[in-house]
């Protein structure tokens, strides 16, 4: 099929590499010249893995990038992969999917038809967002801007996306499910097309509902594993208080088959683009409707104190005025340079408040906090060390924030006092170090 995506960013360029990797045509339609510049260069204007290998191999072929709306109309389908940032009261600015509908629909206007459904073009939401916003919102502006009504010219969808960082285009290709909400016979037809090749897999369900449905499923979906970790994270710190192994614990819990042991790693919390401005989104949406949603507001409460106590853990072993400590980690999760919500951030925040000069370090997402958090980077209480061992080189101490393979099996000889607090669990020998402790065991 032809397919084009609006939005370059995570899930669009994810999105559209993978669709290349299927075998479609596509062109990805982006404002941000740079963006299409990378991208038609063969490069990923992203970090994920197996991400840069699909553009490299499919630009210039069945892949490539454009500023221009109008080449739209050559496709069979679009994906609207637009932000849906979160506004100060935790609620969904629509205002980039408002715009992109707009744009979108002026470049449909007057696209020819041959009067059947199965002619129409197929707009899927790919974005998330509340129920309704597909129905209520981003159709109007379509057949306003375009002139052509919705089921009479234009299709409507909603497709929502299920991406972890870090192995988003695995999940793309070896789903657990394809969600489908469309409004039409036609629409859920062109998307099981689309999606042929990976609904062939025995581990891959189809399911296939009204819009609304589809819209609700992804924030339900990640407010579950959100209140998941938040569980798992109040059970943990319960266990520390009894001087217990929250891992043996939550091991032995994760046998039950209705339970399963994903999710089940206690530590620093949930961060990251997706379970933070879903979560707040879904709360918004709650109370707009009337309903009180306190169990996700203690969700977020246990989640956002998390930092605060890795920190105390650490401040009962080493005085933090006028300490240097080192902070391993700063993108959310291991495998992306995406810092949005990142825990680390919030370790960084409450060790200057309380006196502590940061060195810190990670792989790949530096140069993220420097362009995002500029603050950070002319902060004379801050520094960003090249190496592990060169953010370790003198600390009076050592906190762990993202669970990277490069900080397993660290040498620690070079710290002035081997005091390291753990977040993430990873592979240390204890013995040498003079304490090391971690934050739900």
Partial sequence: MHVSIVGSGYVGTTVAACLADLGHEVVNVEIDEGIVETINAGEAPIHESGLAERIAEHAGTNLRATTDYAEVRETDVTFLCLPTPQADDGSLDLAPMRAGAESLGRALAGKPTAGDDEDDHLVVVKSTVLPGTTEDVVGPVLERESGTAIGDGIDLAMNPEFLRMGTAVRDFLEPDKVVVGATS???AAALRELYAPILEREDTDLV?????????????NNAFLAS????????????KEYGADAYDVLAAVGLDDR????????????????FPKDVAALRAGAREQGYDPDLLDAVVSINDEQPRRLVSLLEDHVSLADARVAVL??????????????????????LRNRGATVVAYDPVAIENVRTHHPELDTDPAVEFADSPQDALADADGAVVATDWPAFDDLEFDGMARKIVVDGRRIEVDPDELAVYEGLTW
Avoid: H, Q
């Fill in 185 to 187: 016979d036609a629409a």
């Fill in 329 to 350: 980690g700063l993108s959310f999760k291991p495998g992306t340079d995406d810092i949005r919500k990142s825990r680390a951030l919030d370790v960084i925040e409450t």
């Fill in 259 to 274: 339970i399963s042991e994903r999710f089940m790693r206690s530590g620093l919390g949930w961060g990251g683009s997706c």
């Fill in 208 to 220: 296939e509902t009204d819009v609304r449905e589809a819209e609700l499923i992804k924030y339900a």
């Fill in 228 to 239: 998941k970790v938040s569980l798992v994270n109040e059970l943990g710190n319960i266990a």
